[in-house]
């Protein structure tokens, strides 16, 4: 019975180096945007090995779901995830600026990080230029599912954010938010 999960994992280990190859001729051929859709298609394996050899930086025992979309960059090396990490599937992330994730983090599923404003072809530009500001997910913290984070803000230690969040202020440590915007439901006590 080992003898043919080795064998499997040797298998899946091979494929994921094949995918590898195959997003560098994408990359190559028809430019990193393409081979940053196919990344979307590719087993959770293959994401994983991709994204680090692109420069992000991530921690051992991740679990990195499929179906994430990257978006504003030329390779993953604004996306730094800690040790003991989950991304659920279907993300979203917005590389123009630095998405600093610590350690024992767990982002559900569909849930979104902008770290950028731009209305460069609208009249607003003069009242709100563009601007990019990083966003901290600090130790420990719970994001449910469709969620949204936006630019700048920093989630402390031990916090939760509620499903269906919308995340424009800081949150404080131990603290459990919720709504859209997202505000301040309850102190979690540890």
């Given at each position: ?137 600090l130790n420990n913290v719970y994001i449910g599912s469709r969620s949204i984070i936006l630019m700048g803000v920093v989630l402390d230690e031990n916090s939760i954010v509620a499903a269906g969040s919308l995340v424009k202020d800081n949150v404080a440590s131990r603290t459990l938010v919720g709504g ?11």
């Amino acid at each position: 019975m080992k003898t043919g999960l080795r064998l499997f994992q040797r298998y899946r280990l091979i494929f994921a180096y094949y995918n590898l190859l195959r997003f560098r001729i994408r990359r190559l051929l028809i430019g990193f945007d393409f081979a940053n859709m196919f990344l979307q298609r590719l087993d959770k394996q293959s994401v994983l090995l991709i994204l680090k050899d692109y420069g992000a930086q991530i921690g051992s025992n991740c679990d990195i779901e499929t179906g994430l979309i990257f978006h504003n960059c030329n390779d993953y090396s604004n996306l730094i995830i800690g040790d003991n990490c989950h991304i659920g599937k279907n993300c979203f992330f917005d590389l123009r600026n630095k998405v600093i994730i610590g350690a024992n983090v767990v982002i559900s599923m569909q849930s979104s990080f902008l770290t950028h404003l731009d209305m460069s072809k609208s009249e607003l530009r003069s009242l709100y230029p563009a601007i990019s500001k990083s966003i901290k997910v600090l130790n420990n913290v719970y994001i449910g599912s469709r969620s949204i984070i936006l630019m700048g803000v920093v989630l402390d230690e031990n916090s939760i954010v509620a499903a269906g969040s919308l995340v424009k202020d800081n949150v404080a440590s131990r603290t459990l938010v919720g709504g859209v915007p997202a505000k301040k439901i309850k102190d979690i006590n540890l």
